[in-house]
């Protein structure tokens, strides 16, 4: 007997009308070797359009000149002038960058006087830059 065929063995017919309803509308070139596996996994499984907002996510925080925009905004609020001495940047690349930082909700704007004042724009983005700190320190 076959390994595919010892695989099937184990499962109820439910599990395998699932899996053929399932094999009409997938694309992948790989027959199955642990069904109960990816039956326990693929309801936890996010839909694509939340992944591939979570992947954008990433793109916008893969920018070596975002990181340390954020890293900045991490240790305190400041304004586009300070970041721009700090990183010894021009206001406009800083400009340029908060407003990308700013469209992914990472930074949050706040006028005070003539001036606008960055901050980070919640706890989720501090933990995420710990995390990630943490996780190259390794």
């Not at 499962?11 to 642990?34: G, H, P, R, V």
Request: net charge neutral; charged share 25%; aromatic share 6%.
């Amino acid at each position: 007997k076959t390994m595919h065929s010892l695989c099937y063995k184990s499962l109820t017919i439910e599990q395998l009308l699932n899996y053929n309803n399932t094999m009409n509308d997938i694309k992948s070139d790989c027959q199955a070797i642990n069904i109960n596996i990816i039956e326990k996994v693929r309801p936890n499984m996010p839909e694509d359009t939340i992944l591939y907002e979570l992947s954008d996510f990433f793109k916008v925080m893969g920018d070596g000149t975002r990181i340390r925009l954020l890293w900045a905004l991490e240790e305190s609020e400041m304004c586009v002038g300070d970041l721009a001495v700090l990183l010894n940047m021009t206001k406009s690349a800083v400009s340029h960058q908060l407003k990308v930082l700013r469209t992914a909700k990472l930074v949050r704007a706040q006028k005070k006087g003539k001036n606008v004042y960055y901050a980070l724009d919640d706890m989720h983005v501090k933990i995420i830059l710990e995390k990630a700190l943490e996780h190259v320190k390794e």
